[in-house]
């Protein structure tokens, strides 16, 4: 069964399985790239991309994916499933993880999950809340309501029936609200009640989740090096392209980086404006990136700097990994004189374009959030 064709409310039933696997992550263009490419060479693994945007064929040089040589050198799984007209719930991202992990497992790979989507990486290690279906009748009649006497006597039923998810919503967010009321209709629990148990964190000796943290002047300037070399790239050109081929989904056209350029291409900013207002979206979702991350227990910080290369990387990641502190376990490759140093953020590469993505039937495996409150969401995404 492809991604698209899993039922939208459909959810693994144990995420214990996932919690064996290794997990990269950190900010946008924080080199995750070419450190899992020797993580995985090292560990025998295959990488299961965890990027809510990396999902959508055609939409290469804005989010950065591998390069059609760097999924040769390593299966990667989760990439151009989708076309950019299509939305994919977490739970359908859960779902289709499953599934190429125990493909993975069952020829004796290890699964790598590598990108930067925090919700997906909170997923794959909590699970996700299933609450009750949707009871449309009672949504309606909530709708009525707020519609008739506003959204405050609505947010007044839910701080007598849920203080605690009350208190952290706006009393504005009618859509969230009704849920929560639905939730608690439908449960006689609170939602806050229900959702506990996704706020516990996995012991860290629990499970291998890595975070590569950059000094945030230096992540602001591989940031800015990042945006020109896409724009460098041809970015406008596969945006106009991707118009040209399809009618962009909510997700996909919310985008950062081609949320701008669409605007640019209607003649709302010039060229140098645009490339600008990237710079500057790119570096406020880094930074959501990373008030996420440090948020979640689970994840160890790997300091990073421009002078190591993605081996020496590698190599301190599993020294310091539960059971694989035996650093001999590297091998040749880790040491290297060739390995790529981490200090250029701009270099793409053989990045493809869009018609390039058309060419990767053929590439390895599958081929991969939605927005709760200010998690940074699949319209986020400006790759790795």
Not at 197 to 225: G, K
Request: aromatic share 6%.
């Amino acid at each position: 069964m492809s991604p698209e064709q899993l039922p939208a409310g459909e959810v693994p039933g144990d995420v214990a399985a996932f919690r064996a696997c290794w997990f990269l992550t950190g900010p946008t263009a924080g080199g995750k790239t070419e450190v899992a490419l020797e993580l995985a060479e090292q560990l025998g693994a295959e990488i299961v991309s965890m990027d809510s945007m990396a999902l959508y064929r055609g939409m290469d040089i804005g989010t950065a994916k591998p390069t059609v040589a760097q999924r040769r050198r390593v299966p990667h799984h989760l990439i151009d499933v989708l076309d950019p007209d299509q939305e994919f719930s977490v739970a359908q991202y859960l779902a289709a993880a499953a599934e190429v992990v125990a493909d993975i497992r069952r020829r004796g790979r290890l699964p790598l999950f590598v990108g930067g989507t925090p919700l997906y990486l909170k997923a794959l290690l909590r699970g996700i809340f299933r609450g009750p279906p949707p009871d449309w009748a009672f949504r309606s009649q909530m709708s009525e309501l707020a519609a008739r006497e506003g959204p405050a006597a609505l947010y007044r039923r839910l701080q007598a029936a849920d203080p605690a998810t009350a208190a952290r919503l706006h009393p504005h967010d009618v859509r969230r609200v009704i849920r929560a009321l639905e939730v608690y209709a439908k449960t006689g629990l609170s939602l806050a009640e229900l959702q506990r148990h996704f706020a516990q964190a996995v012991p860290r000796a629990q499970c291998r989740v890595y975070v590569l943290e950059w000094p945030p002047t230096v992540l602001r300037s591989r940031i800015q090096r990042r945006v020109d070399a896409m724009f460098a790239a041809g970015l406008v050109e596969e945006t106009r392209q991707l118009v040209a081929r399809w009618t962009l989904g909510r997700t996909a056209r919310q985008a950062v980086g081609y949320r701008e350029v669409l605007e640019h291409l209607r003649g709302v900013r010039d060229l140098a404006e645009t490339i600008a207002l990237v710079k500057t979206r790119t570096a406020q979702f880094a930074k959501r990136q990373r008030t996420w991350f440090r948020s979640l227990a689970e994840c160890r910080p790997v300091a990073m700097d421009a002078l190591q290369s993605a081996a020496d990387v590698a190599r301190r990641i599993l020294a310091d990994a539960p059971g694989f502190g035996d650093v001999e376990r590297l091998g040749d490759a880790a040491g290297r004189r060739d390995a790529p140093v981490l200090g250029d953020a701009a270099t793409l590469g053989d990045a493809p374009g869009l018609g390039g993505a058309a060419r990767r039937g053929n590439a390895p495996g599958l081929g991969g959030a939605a927005r709760r409150g200010d998690a940074p969401g699949p319209g986020d995404a400006p790759g790795h």
